[in-house]
C-alpha cells in the first residue's frame, strides 16, 4: 500500500485526526525551508519569510510535544504554546499563520505561497477534527498522546 493510497483511504474514512500530524509535519520542514530560501528578499518579503521560519520553529515545539520536555525552554514560552493544544488552538495558530503567508502575496509571489497553501490545510484538517469531535492523535513517533497528555 502506498502513501496515496493510505491518504486517499484516510480521506474516505473522513477521520481528519490522522492526517493532522503528517500535514504539521510537512509544515514544519516547509516552513523552515521557504523561510530560509526567501530571506535573501531584500523587500517587504524578508519580514514574511522570517515570520514564516519562526512559524516553522514554534511548530517543532507545538507538533513534536516531547520537546518541551526536553529542550530548555522559558516557562511562559510553555505556557503559550500550551494554549494551543487543544484542536481549536491549534486550528486557530494555523489558519493565522496561514492568513499572514497568503499577505505576502500582496507585494510579489514567492514560494512562500507554497507555505500558505499547506498551513491552510493543516489548519482546516484540525478544525475539521474538532467539528467532528475527534481525538487528537498525535503519531507515536514524535512523542504520541502519552507524551502530549504530560506536557499539558
Not at 8 to 34: D, H, M, Q, Y
Not at 102 to 108: A, E, P, R
Not at 119 to 130: D, I, N, P, Q
Amino acid at each position: 500500500m502506498g502513501i496515496m493510497d493510505s491518504i486517499g483511504s484516510e480521506f474516505k474514512t473522513r477521520n481528519f485526526s490522522e492526517s493532522e500530524p503528517r500535514t504539521g509535519i510537512l509544515s514544519i520542514l516547509l516552513c523552515i525551508a521557504v523561510g530560509i530560501v526567501n530571506i535573501f528578499h531584500f523587500n517587504i518579503i524578508l519580514i514574511f519569510s522570517i515570520i514564516c521560519l519562526c512559524t516553522g520553529l514554534v511548530l517543532i515545539f507545538l507538533e513534536i510535544p516531547f520537546l518541551l520536555r526536553i529542550c530548555p525552554t522559558s516557562k511562559k514560552f510553555d505556557d503559550i504554546i500550551r494554549k494551543f493544544h487543544s484542536l481549536w488552538g491549534r486550528a486557530g495558530f494555523y489558519l493565522v499563520a496561514a492568513l499572514i503567508q497568503w499577505l505576502s502575496l500582496i507585494k510579489q509571489s514567492t514560494s512562500l505561497i507554497a507555505a500558505a497553501v499547506l498551513l491552510t490545510l493543516a489548519g482546516l484538517f484540525y478544525a475539521l477534527a474538532a467539528l467532528k469531535g475527534q481525538e487528537f492523535m498525535g503519531s507515536k513517533t514524535l512523542g504520541g498522546q502519552g507524551v502530549a497528555q504530560m506536557i499539558v
